[in-house]
Each structure stands twice: as C-alpha cells, then as structure tokens.
C-alpha cells in the first residue's frame, strides 16, 4: 500500500499504518516514535476497533485529500466493498467559495469567478475570512463520481466587484476584463443558475466502467487528434477568407 500511494498518479511521499491487534496491543509503521497511550488516543479518533488497521497520510490539504482518495478507493477493490452497480447517490454542498494558493500568494475561485458566496457567510467576504466562506455550489455524485454540478450565480454588481476584490483584481483590472458584466449589471439580472451534467460519465457509471474513454462521442488520442472527424484539419480559403486570416506570409 506505500508502494501504491508513492506511484505518481496518486503522488504521496508516504503512508502511515497502525495496525490495532486483537490483543489490545499496537504496530505500527511509528512505533519508535510513540507510546501505547499515543494510539489509544489515535484509536478514539478513529473509532477504530481491535483488529482494524489505520493509514494516515500528511501533506498539503488539497494534495492529501487527492492521495486519500485514491487509497481509498483501491482499499474498496481490494476488499470488495466497491459494486459498481450498486448506485450510492449524492450531492456535495457547502464547497468552499475560494482556495489559497501558497504558490501565487492569493485566493483562487474554487467554482468560477461568478459564483455566489452562501448568503450566511456574505459578510465574511468583506471582512476577516474569505477562505471560510461558502459557496452556492453543488455537484451531483453517482458512486463517488462526479456526474453534474453547478452553481447560483452573481447576479449584484456590488457582490460581484466585493469577488472580484477578494480575488485581488485591482478596480482598474476588473474593469478591464469584465466590464461589460459589470455594465449589464447596472441595468438588473435576475437571480439565475443552473446544473450541467457530463452524460459520458453517467453512461460510464451505467456500464459499470470506471473510464469514460469508451463512452465519448469523438474521443482525442494522446496528440489531441480527433480520428472519427479526422480533426484538427485544414480549412477551406473561403473559412480564412470570412475570418480575414491569411496562411502566407505577409511581405513587408
């Protein structure tokens, strides 16, 4: 299982283990780090019972749940736990509205620049804590798949300028690059959203498949080519002409 976690498509640096015998006792991959009363304490975190084992991992938030994840799942294959036509249905609320990006510095829209915060958290926004605030986001979820999601969007010129500001765009820069929205804002929008749903996936999930390869329309290969199409291709001088686009070099 740490060979497993330590693969590059799920990329963790390790894996914990504490495994919880029938005789009350403890090993683990940490053993010289801790005592017997250490993972007593972890065993009440987890609920766990005799006979059960723990893995923990450690890292950045975001890269952990990843890894978690995919652990996670693999431990359901090997169990058995995982009936693929056994449809667990569900939908995910209460997303955070922004994520931080230690890289850049700054706070990132998890959802998309428009979405709206949940109106208990709105005042959040202006003040001491965007990253805890809410937003008015959902996603459908089909046997831990992603089948639909969507959002209520902005529909206030203030709130939208107040995202904007907690996204660091400067006046001048949001202005730039969204002012129409802005514009069309001053004339009233009414409150609207809406779901999309990815019918490959669903199709995928009915088939019992865990890839959606065989389940697209026009599938690209490794080089972006679609074959069915035979696309990218050329285009006809009449398309370049209507566009004004020229494919020969332009004599000074």
């Known amino acids: 299982m740490t060979e497993f976690v330590k693969r590059p498509q799920v990329g963790a640096n390790g894996l914990v283990y504490i495994k919880y015998n029938n005789d009350g006792t403890f090993k683990s991959s940490i053993d010289k780090f801790y005592t017997q ?4 304490k972890v065993v009440q975190k987890f609920g766990a019972e005799k006979g059960d084992l723990m893995l923990i991992m450690a890292g950045k938030a975001m890269k952990t749940r990843t890894s978690l994840c995919s652990l996670r799942l693999e431990m359901g294959s090997r169990l058995q736990l995982r009936d693929p036509f056994n449809y667990s249905i569900l939908w995910v609320t209460d997303f955070p509205l922004l994520e931080w990006s230690e890289e850049d510095n700054r706070f990132y829209a998890m959802h998309h620049p428009f979405t709206a915060p949940n109106p208990e958290d709105y005042p959040e926004l202006l003040d001491k804590n965007p990253g805890a605030v809410r ?3 959902y996603d459908l979820v089909i046997n831990g798949t992603e089948v639909g999601g969507g959002s209520i969007r902005i529909h206030d010129r203030e709130m939208q300028l107040k995202m904007f500001k907690a996204l660091g765009f400067t006046e001048e820069a949001a202005k730039q690059q969204f002012g129409f929205l802005m514009s069309a804002f001053e004339y009233g929008a009414p409150p609207h959203g809406g779901l999309a749903f990815g019918f490959d996936r669903l199709c995928a999930i009915f088939a019992g498949s865990e890839s959606i390869r065989d389940f697209i329309a026009f599938p690209k290969n490794n080089s972006g080519r679609d074959l069915m199409s035979d696309s ?5 001088q009449e398309q370049l002409d209507e566009l004004y686009l020229s494919l020969k070099p332009v004599e000074k």
Request: charged share 25%; net charge negative; aromatic share 8%.
């Open 232 to 236: 990218p291709n050329t285009i006809s």
């Open 37 to 40: 009363e250490d993972f007593e």
């Open 135 to 137: 937003a008015s986001a």
